[in-house]
C-alpha cells in the first residue's frame, strides 16, 4: 500500500507539472495567434471598438451585414455572433468589452432554444470562454453561476484548452482570417433541405439562469447603450410568440426595442433567400439587414 | 455513479481510501461500509428509489431461502420471480403495455387506456433485477445454497460501480469474494483497475461521447441528409454504442479490481466477431450468459429438435430486446438478432472454421455490417423513423455527398477511433504483445498514461454526457 501510495502522488505530481507546461505553452501560442475562431473572440473582447455590435448564435453571425449597417448608419459595426452560442456567452464577453468601452448600438438576434430554454446543458456555452479564464477574470463569474465546481476543474490548465487547442494551433500555424467582413459569415447557396415549420408558441421550459443574464445586461447597460432585441426571419414560422414573452417584458421593463421578423413575408416561404430553414443565404441576409437598419433608423430618429 | 464526472474523480479517491482505511480482517466493517456507500450514492439519485432497490433484495433474499428450505418448490420460485419483476414491469413496461393496448383497440374502434405512469425510472433497475433474480433461480436449480449473510447479499446486489448499467453479476461469482478474508491491498489489482478506469474513460469521453456529436446531429433530422451520410452516422453509432458501453463495463471493472474485486468480464473486442453468434459470445456477455442459463436453456437449448431450438434462440433473443427497452424498436432489433442466429445455425455458418486471413476479414465485415444495420432500430425512437433511414441508405437517398463535421470534430473522431481501433487489433490479433501501457519499463508505461490523460483533458467531450445504458 505505501508503494501504492508514493507512486499515486509521484505520478499525480508528474501530471500536474505536465499539465501546467501544456497550459503555459498553449496559452502562449493562443496570443500569437493571427486567425480563427479563438483569435476572432479574442479581437472582440479585447480590441474592437465599433459603436453598433451584433450578438447572437449562429443566426446572428448569418444574418447581419456590418457593411450595409455601417453604410446606412455611418458608424462602425461588427459582427460578435458565435455559432451555437446564447446569452451566457455572450454576457461574458459584454462583460470583457465593456471594460473597455460601451458600444452605440448593441443588436442581440434571440434564438430561444440557445437564449431562453434549458433543454441543453449551460456548460455548453462556456466551451469557447475557457481559454480566457483566468487571463479576463470578469468572465470567471460566469463559469461559477453555470456550475460551482468549474472553479475547481479551471485549474487544469489542459481542460481550459478542452476542444480548443486544435483553433489555437491551427491560429497559429496556417491562420484563416474568418472575419474579414468585420465577422460576418456569409452563406452560399440555395435552400437544400425538407421544409419545417418553426413555432413560436411557448413550447420551452424558460431557463432562469439566461433570463438572469438578459436582466443584468438591461440593467447594466441600457442606458449607455441602445439595445435592440430581434429576432431574424425563419423560412416558415407560425405562432403567437409567446416563447419570448419573458425577454419581451423585460424589454418592456426596461425601455428597450424589441422587433419579431420571424413571420415576416418578405422572407417566409422565399427559397432563394434562404439556406436552411433557420439560415438565411447571402442574398436573404443583405436584404434582411437592409430591412432592419431602415427600422433601427427610424426607431432612434423617433 | 457516473465515472465521466468530476464528482466522480473528487469522491472516488476519498472513498478508496476510507475503504483502505479499514483493517482487512474487519471483513464485516469493509462490506457494510461498501454497502453504506452503495445506497447512499444511488439513493443520492433519488431517495424514494433506494426502497426499491431494497425491497427487491429482500424479496430475492427471503424467496431464496425459503426456497432452498423448501427444496425446489415451483410455486415458490415462481412468486418470487413475479414479485421480483414487478418493479421493472411497473416503472419501465407499464406506459408500453398500456400504449400498445390503447393503439390495439383503437384499431377495432375502442377507446380505452389506463391512466399513465409518469415515474423516472429507477437507474439500474434492469441490471439488479436480473441480478437478484439470477441469483434466486441458481438456489431454485441448486447451483448454489441460499445466501444466508444479509449483509454480503445485499452487497451483491446493490454493489456501487456495478449496479447503473451492469456488469450483471454471477453470485457465485462475488459473494464468495465478499465473505472470503481478503488481503489488505492488493497492490497488482489496483494498477490495473486504475488502468481500465483509464483506457474506459478514453473510450467514453473521447471516443463516445465525441462520436455522439455527429450521430445526434444526422440522425435528429435525418431527413435532411443523403443516404450515404445516414449510412455514415449508422457506422459512428455503432461505434459509439460501443465505445460508451464497452468503456463504462471497463470502468466498472477497473473500479471494483482498485477495491480488491474481480467482477464479470462484459465485453470482448465484439466488432471482431466472424458471425452473429460469436458477437453475442463477445458483447455484453454477462447480459448474454444470465438469458442463456435462465431463458435458452431452461426451454430447452439446443437438445432438442432444430425447429424447437430455433424457436429457443428466437424467444431468447425477444426477451433481450424486451429487457433493452419499452419500445418495439428493441424488440425488433431483439428478432433480428434472433432470426439472424437461426439462419446461421440453419445453414451451420457459425461453425465455420478458416484461418485464411481474407475469409476471416470477410466475416468480420459482414458481421460487422448486419450489426450495423441492426442498431439503426436500436437507435431511431420508432419504428417508422428506422425504416426510413434504412429507406434513404439502402436507395442512396439524395446523391453521394456526405455531411462532414468541421475539421477539428472531425479530426478528434478520426484520431480517437484510430487508436481505439489500435489497441482493440493489438488486443485481439496480438495478444502476446504488449500495448505501452503494458511495457515493463516504468517510464514508458508512464508517458503512455500521460498521453492518454491528455488525449482526455484536450478532446474529450465533458459536456454532461450520460451513458447509453444508464437509460435502462
Known amino acids: 500500500m505505501r508503494r501504492f501510495v508514493i507512486r499515486i502522488l509521484l505520478f499525480a505530481t508528474l501530471v500536474a507539472c505536465f499539465d501546467y507546461g501544456i497550459g503555459v505553452s498553449l496559452s502562449q501560442i493562443r496570443k500569437m495567434n493571427k486567425g480563427g475562431d479563438v483569435q476572432r473572440l479574442a479581437n472582440i473582447m479585447n480590441n474592437i471598438d465599433d459603436s453598433v455590435i451584433i450578438m447572437g448564435s449562429s443566426r446572428a453571425v448569418h444574418h447581419y451585414v456590418p457593411n450595409i449597417i455601417k453604410k446606412e448608419l455611418g458608424v462602425s459595426c461588427y459582427n460578435c455572433g458565435f455559432e451555437g452560442q446564447g446569452i451566457i456567452m455572450h454576457y461574458a464577453v459584454w462583460k470583457e468589452l465593456t471594460k473597455r468601452y460601451y458600444p452605440k448600438i448593441l443588436i442581440y438576434d434571440v434564438e430561444a432554444m440557445f437564449d431562453l430554454s434549458n433543454e441543453f446543458d449551460n456548460h455548453r456555452y462556456l466551451s469557447r470562454l475557457k481559454p480566457f479564464y483566468k487571463s479576463n477574470p470578469s468572465i470567471d463569474s460566469v463559469f461559477w453561476s453555470v456550475d460551482y465546481k468549474e472553479k475547481w476543474k479551471m485549474l487544469a490548465r489542459t481542460y481550459q484548452y478542452n476542444s480548443n487547442f486544435m483553433d489555437i494551433l491551427a491560429g497559429w500555424i496556417h491562420p484563416i482570417h474568418i472575419d474579414k467582413d468585420n465577422g460576418y459569415i456569409p452563406l452560399e447557396g440555395a435552400f437544400n433541405v425538407e421544409p419545417v415549420t418553426i413555432s413560436t408558441n411557448l413550447n420551452i421550459q424558460i431557463d432562469s439562469l439566461k433570463l438572469k443574464y438578459f436582466k443584468m445586461l438591461l440593467q447594466e447597460a441600457s442606458n449607455k447603450t441602445v439595445i435592440i432585441f430581434v429576432i431574424s426571419p425563419y423560412y416558415d414560422c407560425t405562432g403567437d410568440g409567446s416563447k419570448y414573452e419573458s425577454l419581451r417584458t423585460l424589454c418592456q421593463e426596461y425601455g428597450c426595442l424589441f422587433i419579431d421578423y420571424s413571420q415576416d413575408k418578405d422572407f417566409n416561404g422565399k427559397k432563394g433567400l434562404f439556406i436552411h430553414n433557420d439560415h438565411l443565404n447571402d442574398i436573404g441576409s443583405k436584404l434582411y439587414t437592409t430591412k432592419i437598419v431602415k427600422r433601427i433608423k427610424n426607431s432612434i430618429n423617433e | ?472
Open chain 2, 1 to 472: 455513479m457516473i465515472y465521466n464526472s468530476f464528482n466522480f474523480i473528487l469522491l472516488f479517491p476519498l472513498l478508496f481510501c476510507f475503504y483502505y482505511l479499514i483493517p482487512a480482517k474487519r471483513l464485516k466493517w469493509r462490506n457494510g461500509y461498501l454497502l453504506l456507500v452503495s445506497y447512499l450514492l444511488y439513493a443520492n439519485w433519488k431517495p424514494a428509489y433506494a426502497l426499491i432497490l431494497l425491497g427487491v433484495t429482500l424479496v430475492t433474499y427471503l424467496f431464496a431461502r425459503w426456497i432452498d428450505d423448501e427444496k425446489r418448490s415451483l410455486k415458490i420460485v415462481v412468486g418470487g420471480a413475479l414479485l421480483t419483476l414487478l418493479p421493472l414491469l411497473i416503472f419501465k413496461y407499464y406506459n408500453f403495455i398500456n400504449d400498445s393496448i390503447f393503439d390495439l383497440l383503437s384499431k377495432v374502434g375502442l377507446r380505452f387506456r389506463l391512466p399513465g405512469l409518469n415515474w423516472a425510472i429507477p437507474m439500474g433497475i434492469s441490471f439488479f433485477t436480473f441480478q437478484s433474480l439470477g441469483y434466486m433461480l441458481d438456489v431454485y436449480h441448486q447451483r448454489i445454497r441460499a445466501e444466508r449473510d444479509f449483509l454480503s447479499y445485499a452487497l451483491f446486489v446493490s454493489f456501487f460501480p456495478s449496479i447503473v448499467a451492469g456488469p450483471i453479476n454471477k453470485a457465485n461469482l462475488v459473494i464468495p469474494q465478499l465473505k472470503a478474508l481478503r488481503p489488505y491491498f492488493d497492490y497488482g489489482k489496483a494498477v490495473t483497475g486504475l488502468k481500465m478506469l483509464l483506457w474506459g474513460m478514453f473510450m467514453k469521453v473521447v471516443v463516445a461521447d465525441r462520436v455522439a456529436l455527429y450521430v445526434d446531429t444526422v440522425f435528429s433530422s435525418y431527413m435532411n441528409y443523403t443516404g450515404v451520410t445516414c449510412f455514415v452516422a449508422s457506422l459512428l453509432y455503432t461505434i459509439q454504442i460501443y465505445a460508451d458501453f464497452a468503456g463504462y463495463s471497463l470502468m466498472a471493472l477497473g473500479v471494483g479490481k482498485t477495491l480488491g474485486f474481480e467482477l464479470t468480464e462484459n465485453f470482448r473486442r465484439p466488432y471482431f466477431s466472424i458471425s452473429i453468434t460469436d458477437f453475442w459470445h463477445r458483447w455484453h456477455i454477462s447480459l448474454s450468459t444470465w438469458l442463456k442459463d435462465y431463458v435458452y436453456i431452461p426451454l430447452g437449448g439446443s437438445r432438442c429438435s432444430k425447429i424447437r431450438n430455433y424457436w429457443n434462440i428466437f424467444v431468447t433473443f425477444l426477451v433481450s430486446g424486451v429487457w433493452h427497452g419499452a419500445n418495439w424498436t428493441f424488440i425488433v432489433w431483439g428478432c433480428i438478432h434472433g432470426v439472424l442466429q437461426i439462419i446461421e445455425k440453419i445453414f451451420g455458418l457459425q461453425q465455420l472454421k478458416s484461418t485464411s486471413c481474407p475469409v476471416r476479414i470477410g466475416r468480420i465485415l459482414i458481421t460487422f455490417l448486419l450489426v450495423n444495420f441492426a442498431w439503426i432500430f436500436f437507435r431511431m425512437p420508432t419504428l417508422d423513423d428506422s425504416f426510413r433511414i434504412l429507406g434513404r441508405i439502402l436507395t442512396i437517398d439524395g446523391g453521394f455527398s456526405i455531411y462532414m463535421a468541421g475539421m477539428r470534430d472531425s479530426f478528434f473522431m478520426v484520431f480517437g477511433l484510430f487508436l481505439l481501433f489500435f489497441k482493440d487489433t493489438v488486443d485481439e490479433f496480438f495478444p502476446a504483445k504488449k500495448t505501452i501501457m503494458e511495457n515493463k519499463h516504468t517510464a514508458l508505461r508512464w508517458f503512455g498514461y500521460l498521453f492518454i490523460i491528455t488525449i482526455i483533458m484536450l478532446t474529450g467531450v465533458f459536456d454532461a454526457g450520460q451513458f447509453i445504458y444508464a437509460n435502462f
